[in-house]
């Protein structure tokens, strides 16, 4: 059982260069999300989805969008990367239950030159 | 949305008990409390959710006032591994509470030998 996996890892680009984030869980959940971290700082919600096909703005949706064709993946991409983009990205899954448990992945290091 | 206050950072030995409080003056009817763990380079992880009154699991406890607008995590017996962000998260999940929490700047806790 993986849980939440996030690809690639670790990535640089340079701005204006445009790159896609995947993530994908095996845990059946109906919400994903997304968030970034910057150093010392908490997570703040980027995008997330409530269910396949649909996709809500969070806390700091400007410059990313996201898409859920597939119940198992939510993917993030930026158009054309800013340094102010450089951060780490982190996925979270859960049942979407107001108990919810969110899960997360190991997160993306990303940083824009 | 169902912000929270806690404290920036705590330090604490080995072998103490560590109690980290968290605020939530405007949590809703339906809002559960969950608290996570983050340590560096690494997605929050689920330490422990509760509704009201008190919470107990194999790692922590969790206390809840009667008018719920406040929680403490109890962490009994704290080693160096213990060291790590925590943060408190009311809310989330559930339709129209979806993206709603937020994460805020988490408790640096630092354990000391």
């Known amino acids: 059982n993986a849980g939440v996996t996030q690809t690639p890892k670790f990535r640089v680009l340079k701005t204006g260069q445009s790159m896609t984030l995947l993530c994908a869980q095996d845990?059946?959940?109906?919400?994903m999300y997304w968030y970034r971290q910057d150093p010392g700082m908490g997570l703040r919600l980027i995008h997330y989805?409530?269910?396949?096909?649909?996709?809500a703005k969070g806390e700091v949706p400007d410059g990313y969008n996201v898409s859920r064709l597939k119940k198992q993946n939510f993917l993030l991409g930026l158009e054309s990367a800013a340094p102010s983009q450089t951060s780490v990205y982190f996925c979270?899954?859960?049942?979407?239950?107001?108990?919810?448990?969110?899960?997360f992945g190991s997160g993306t290091q990303l940083s824009v030159l | 949305l169902a912000k929270t206050t806690q404290p920036i950072s705590m330090d604490s030995y080995e072998g103490q008990e560590v109690n980290i409080t968290c605020s939530h003056n405007?949590?809703?009817?339906?809002?559960?409390i969950t608290w996570y763990q983050q340590f560096p380079s690494q997605g929050p992880r689920f330490i422990i959710q509760?509704?009201?009154t008190k919470v107990t699991n194999e790692v922590a406890s969790l206390f809840i006032p009667a008018d719920r607008k406040s929680s403490t995590l109890s962490l009994p017996r704290v080693s160096l591994s213990d060291t790590a962000v925590y943060y408190c998260?009311?809310?989330?999940?559930?339709?129209?509470?979806?993206?709603?929490?937020?994460f805020g700047d988490g408790t640096t806790l630092t354990v000391k030998p």
């Open positions: 979270a899954s859960s049942t979407g239950q107001n108990n919810e448990k969110l899960f």
């Open positions: 845990m059946n959940h109906e919400y």
């Open positions: 989805s409530v269910g396949e096909g649909t996709t």
């Open positions: 405007n949590i809703a009817t339906n809002d559960y």
């Open positions: 509760g509704y009201k």
């Open positions: 998260l009311v809310g989330g999940g559930y339709n129209t509470n979806a993206g709603k929490s937020t």
